[in-house]
């Protein structure tokens, strides 16, 4: 049986930054996948470049920005100010949609409006579907964050806590939506970001440069955990660990780790991804488009072709899927036909040609964060501590982050360790 200090699971961003800042050798990555990267993967396919969904990177810690950018030897990094877009009925809206219900016709507007001064502002929420008629009345709620969140996040909003999103959620205050009738402010945590001509990937590539490809074993996945004698078992070998990170789904670990649990508390939706390649471009000075229609498909287009400034439109589309919903490949086909028809209906497209095309299916996608998936965390992360167990990451913290953020938890981890192994003594 192998010994490790450290094993860590996953080698997607968060199992990555934390390997890359330990300042002890002794440790060890196993993936399940055939190459690293978790969701940050990138697909390059008849001359164009895509992510498994688009991850685009918002730093608020320049200093992190710049080293990773640093660390990608001769990759052009292109800096994008964020232009966004709702289509509603005959037109576009700038996002977000509560800031600009003066680009809606008139009665609408007078009616979101209306309600925006008469919503129950002193009533205390008790769910995010509350929330979002207290917040902005139920005009607002209705017409767009409703029907656009139901089909992002696949679920009745009235399970989901309050702060779901937490600061991701563009929250506007009245007097903000007044202020933006006459000069428009839109800023939100992502106005800016930055994008390597690579694709996501080279972001992951910067994280794992320095670190010996010897020490990441692919192929190879966590099938359990013996929390009494601190070994796992992957589908290769048992290892004796000291102190295990994981960036796991936070139900699949406590599967493995049999520790008892409500199924149910974790629930989550996957997204169907289509990139897709055309022959010419199609819409410009946009890089994402919202939808709140429910006869479309999909909730979301974004536009490669527009951060790269490219001839060729180039686009990911993002359907939300059910936690029960089980992808067959024979009906893949349909479902694509299926968004090729709705994305003419929008006017994406008109008469361009479909000349590339790929599918992935990310599951789970986004974590449904409620009151009792909040405790259940809380209260587990803390029993796996005292076995030297770390649970981090969007899937591992079961929660609603930025890619930096991972980076960051990890880091802090690292440095705990690295400030112990420091002290006299040790």
């Known amino acids: 049986m192998e010994n490790k200090r450290f094993l860590i699971v996953g080698a997607g961003m968060t199992g990555l930054a934390f390997a890359d800042h330990i300042q002890d050798d002794d440790y060890l990555i196993v993936e399940a996948q055939s190459e690293i990267g978790g969701y940050c993967r990138t697909v390059v396919q008849d001359g164009f470049v895509w992510d498994y969904s688009g991850h685009f990177f918002h730093f608020r810690h320049p200093e992190i920005e710049a080293e990773l950018i640093r660390r990608m030897a001769g990759q052009k990094v292109r800096r994008v100010q964020k232009q966004s877009k709702i289509w509603y009925g005959d037109r576009y809206v700038d996002f977000p949609f509560q800031k600009n219900i003066h680009q809606l016709p008139q009665e609408e507007f007078l009616e979101c409006l209306v309600e925006l001064f008469e919503r129950p502002e002193s009533k205390k929420p008790e769910n995010f579907l509350e929330m979002l008629e207290v917040k902005f009345g139920r005009g607002i709620a209705e017409r767009f964050l409703i029907p656009y969140n139901e089909k992002l996040y696949a679920t009745d909003l009235?399970?989901?806590?309050?702060?779901?999103?937490?600061?991701?959620?563009?929250?506007?205050?009245?007097?903000?939506?007044?202020?933006?009738?006459?000069?428009?402010?839109?800023?939100?945590?992502?106005?800016?970001?930055?994008?390597?001509?690579?694709?996501?990937?080279?972001?992951?590539?910067?994280?794992?440069?320095?670190?010996?490809?010897?020490?990441?074993?692919?192929?190879?996945?966590?099938?359990?955990?013996?929390?009494?004698?601190?070994?796992?078992?992957?589908?290769?070998?048992?290892?004796?660990?000291?102190?295990?990170?994981?960036?796991?789904?936070?139900?699949?670990?406590?599967?493995?780790?049999?520790?008892?649990?409500?199924?149910?508390?974790?629930?989550?939706?996957?997204?169907?991804?289509?990139?897709?390649?055309?022959?010419?471009?199609?819409?410009?000075?946009?890089?994402?488009?919202?939808?709140?229609?429910?006869?479309?498909?999909?909730?979301?287009v974004g536009f490669y072709d527009n951060i790269f400034d490219t001839p060729r439109m180039s686009i990911y589309v993002e359907i939300g899927r059910r936690q029960d919903f089980e992808l067959d490949a024979s009906t893949v086909p349909y479902t694509l036909d299926r968004v090729l028809a709705d994305l003419r209906a929008a006017g994406i497209i008109t008469d361009q040609k479909l000349i590339s095309s790929h599918h992935v299916l990310l599951d789970p996608a986004y974590v449904h964060i409620t009151r009792d998936s909040i405790a259940e965390v809380e209260k587990q992360k803390a029993l796996l501590e005292t076995r030297g167990i770390y649970s981090m990451g969007r899937y591992g913290s079961w929660t609603y982050c930025a890619i930096e953020d991972n980076i960051v938890e990890a880091r802090a981890l690292a440095d705990r360790f690295n400030a112990l192994a420091a002290l006299p003594g040790r």
């Open 158 to 300: 009235a399970r989901l806590d309050v702060e779901a999103m937490g600061r991701f959620f563009p929250h506007a205050q009245l007097g903000e939506i007044i202020r933006n009738f006459r000069a428009a402010d839109n800023q939100s945590y992502n106005s800016t970001f930055t994008y390597p001509e690579g694709g996501a990937i080279q972001y992951v590539h910067a994280l794992a440069s320095d670190i010996p490809p010897s020490r990441i074993a692919l192929n190879e996945a966590l099938i359990h955990l013996d929390l009494r004698n601190k070994v796992a078992k992957t589908t290769k070998r048992e290892i004796k660990f000291e102190h295990l990170i994981s960036s796991l789904p936070f139900d699949r670990l406590l599967r493995l780790a049999s520790l008892p649990h409500d199924p149910a508390i974790f629930s989550y939706n996957k997204v169907e991804v289509f990139n897709l390649g055309f022959d010419r471009k199609g819409p410009e000075d946009v890089h994402w488009i919202y939808y709140p229609q429910r006869e479309l498909s999909f909730y979301r």
